[in-house]
């Protein structure tokens, strides 16, 4: 019924408005969390579906579908977020200090391929506003784990917003690089900063997962490097996607990352290459167009133990991370 409700009547009139104010009037929804605690009492959306318990990076999670980073950037939507039946949450990416972004347009819909296509440029309350956030959700009796996913510019930036973070979330997930900020000259050195950042973590390297930056996945050697520097470094995990960041004259920056079903095939791609390269020394979460429970399958299949979404959420709204779960949960062996 919800997924009607959704589909029939809320995205329609929420896809008639730009993409980055029906962004905002859902994130002001989700801010009113006892609207969501009554949804899941009536639509049962966060009961817990047999056979679906696992780890990742040292943290039990209930399901292997989890909400992807960027959809709450401040942590302000947990209370709402943890009612919807995701395993677990990501928050971010958390930069050290508040900014505010690159200017509007910097969301775009494909809708005709589930798709959406940003150029955020890194917006976010920054990180005092997330640690209060996150203590909030803990006294409030949040017990859906939380990773947070933390950023900087610097080695220093990043290590330091992850140790302030780290005693206030499950995991930390770093972010070595936003492909929409602009950057001249020579590639990024993804490698030289993980290298940097690692020994200046205050964190048991088993609760920290790295997001492996989507360009480094075009560039074998790069990719086994930077995944050698994972296992070597004794992290919890690896997020694996499948964006490209490529021109986009409707974004006001110029160019946006292309995020949902059209990256389907290359997340799979890549998961499978990261497998390859981890030989099951590190644990894969794959992101990219997952939408239903046949792509968790396919992820899983490829190489990865779990998953996160962004975009589906968007188009299938909140019954999509309970519908899941209750269809892998029927292919779970019983016990
Ligand atoms: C509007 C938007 C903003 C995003 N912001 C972030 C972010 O701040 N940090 C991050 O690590 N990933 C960010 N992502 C990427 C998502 O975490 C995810 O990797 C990506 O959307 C692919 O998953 P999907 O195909 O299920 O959407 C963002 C994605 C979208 C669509």
């Given at each position: 019924m919800s997924a009607g409700l959704y589909a029939g009547l809320l995205r329609p009139a929420l896809f008639a408005l730009p993409a980055d104010t029906s962004a905002r009037l859902g994130e002001a929804a989700l801010r009113a969390w006892p609207a969501w605690a009554l949804a899941d009492r009536l639509q049962r959306l966060s009961a817990p579906q047999p056979g679906l318990a696992m780890r990742f990076a040292g943290v039990e999670i209930a399901s292997p579908v989890g909400l992807a980073a960027g959809f709450d950037k401040n942590a302000d939507m947990l209370p709402a977020l943890?009612?919807?039946?995701?395993?677990f949450l990501c928050v971010g990416t958390i930069m050290p200090k508040p900014r505010v972004g690159n200017p509007r347009p910097r969301l775009l819909r494909l809708p005709q391929q589930e798709g959406l296509r940003d150029s955020m440029g890194l917006p976010g309350k920054g990180c005092a506003h997330v640690v209060d956030r996150l203590r909030a959700y803990r006294r409030g009796g949040g017990r859906v784990p939380v990773f947070a996913n933390v950023g900087g510019f610097t080695a220093d930036e990043l290590a330091e917003t992850a140790n302030r973070v780290a005693p206030h979330a499950d995991a930390i997930e770093l972010s070595l690089i936003c492909p929409n900020i602009r950057r001249d000259g020579a590639p990024f050195d993804a490698l030289g900063r993980l290298k940097a950042v690692l020994p200046r973590l205050d964190i048991d390297p088993g609760r920290v997962v790295l997001r492996v930056?989507?360009?480094?996945?075009?560039e074998p050697d790069r990719f086994a490097a930077l995944i050698e520097a994972a296992v070597a470094g004794g992290l919890g995990g690896l997020k694996v996607g499948g964006g490209s960041t490529t021109p986009e004259p409707r974004l006001a920056s110029g160019a946006g990352t292309l995020h949902g079903a059209p990256i389907r095939r290359r997340a799979l791609h890549n998961v499978a290459l990261a497998g390859h390269v981890a030989r099951g020394r590190i644990p894969i979460k794959g992101n990219g167009g997952i939408g239903s429970a046949a792509d968790v399958r396919r992820m899983l299949a490829a190489g990865a133990v779990c998953v996160d979404l962004y975009t589906a959420f968007v188009y299938r709204g909140w019954t999509l991370a309970r519908d899941i779960a209750r269809e892998l949960a029927a292919d779970a062996p019983p016990g």
């Open positions: 943890s009612r919807l039946g995701f395993g930056p989507n360009d480094v996945a075009d």
